[in-house]
């Protein structure tokens, strides 16, 4: 497995597996790898012949109130994950190397589609999200993009904004993969103490409630939400950021459920931001 640090190696590195005809895989992650990013790598191996991992902390997606320089940063053990999960590259850039001095493009997908959901509470992070991967993209030559269904927004945006500017890319969307408890996977579940950890299943939980009262009928959004958050509320830790019902991949607001939708919630377990959602009428992307 190489490590790639500089533009220049990952350029070198794909324009010599493009130019033997392979195609390129591309799994952007902030590293902290998981099972969730094991999974992507998984996907990216099977449809793809070579398989680039970047790990890269992109500032530009975080707020000055957010985790950016707290963010789980573990680089060998990542790579030891990756090495045996069979990747062919690690991109692990700085700061510097991504945006130096004088840099000042960025992407900005400007659509309802990034003014609500999480868009709403973290202003400006979807732009930060466009920008690195969309430089990404480019610096890995990539065929296709793996990006996991947990950040469903983030799968719109990135969709919208590849469509948006003829990116040949396709983005591939990899389903969410929960702990035995229910749980999503996430970098940031390893700050929750064993307490909040317990807490924090009160996010799927509610979530299957949904599901199972839109399989028995129930295709008012407003009631849907209300069953999410009245379930939310019995849990004494969580601290409910928003629960939102948009069709999918749409992201419009709707009334009663007649196409497929995005119930997605986000809720603080003590000071840990947590993230889920549901596909409701219809598989994701
Ligand atoms: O989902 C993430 O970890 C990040 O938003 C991404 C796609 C790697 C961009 O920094």
Redesign the pocket.
């Known amino acids: 497995m190489e490590i790639l640090r500089t533009l220049e190696q990952i350029q070198t590195f794909s324009k010599k597996s493009k130019e033997s005809g392979k195609i390129i895989g591309l799994v952007?992650?902030?590293g902290a790898l998981h099972e969730g990013h094991l999974s992507l790598v998984e996907y990216a191996r099977r449809q793809c012949d070579v398989v680039i991992v970047s790990i890269?902390v992109?500032p530009v997606?975080f707020g000055p109130n957010e985790d950016y320089t707290m963010y789980p940063r573990c680089f060998a053990q990542d790579c030891e994950k990756l090495q045996l999960a069979g990747v062919d590259a690690v991109f692990h850039p700085t700061a510097q190397e991504m945006y130096p001095n004088g840099y000042c493009t960025y992407v900005m997908v400007d659509g309802e589609i990034t003014h609500t959901l999480c868009g709403t509470q973290r202003p400006g992070h979807f732009r930060g999200?466009a920008t690195?991967?969309t430089k990404l993209i480019h610096l890995a030559q990539a065929d296709k993009a793996f990006?996991g269904q947990k950040?469903a927004q983030?799968v719109v945006v990135v969709r919208t904004f590849t469509k948006d500017l003829n990116i040949p890319c396709s983005i591939i969307t990899v389903p969410i993969v929960r702990e035995t408890s229910g749980l999503a996977r996430s970098s940031r579940n390893r700050y929750l103490s064993p307490v909040e950890r317990k807490a924090a299943c009160i996010l799927s939980q509610s979530l299957r409630q949904a599901k199972d009262a839109y399989i028995r009928g129930n295709h008012n959004a407003d009631s849907l939400k209300q069953l999410v958050t009245q379930h939310l509320q019995k849990e004494p830790l969580a601290l409910i950021d928003y629960v939102s019902l948009y069709t999918y991949p749409g992201l419009e607001p709707i009334q009663i459920i007649s196409e497929p939708c995005l119930l997605a919630i986000a809720v603080r377990i003590g000071t840990v931001r947590l993230i889920d959602n549901v596909i409701l009428g219809g598989d994701p992307l």
């Open positions: 952007p992650t902030m890269f992109n997606q999200v690195v991967v990006f950040d983030q």
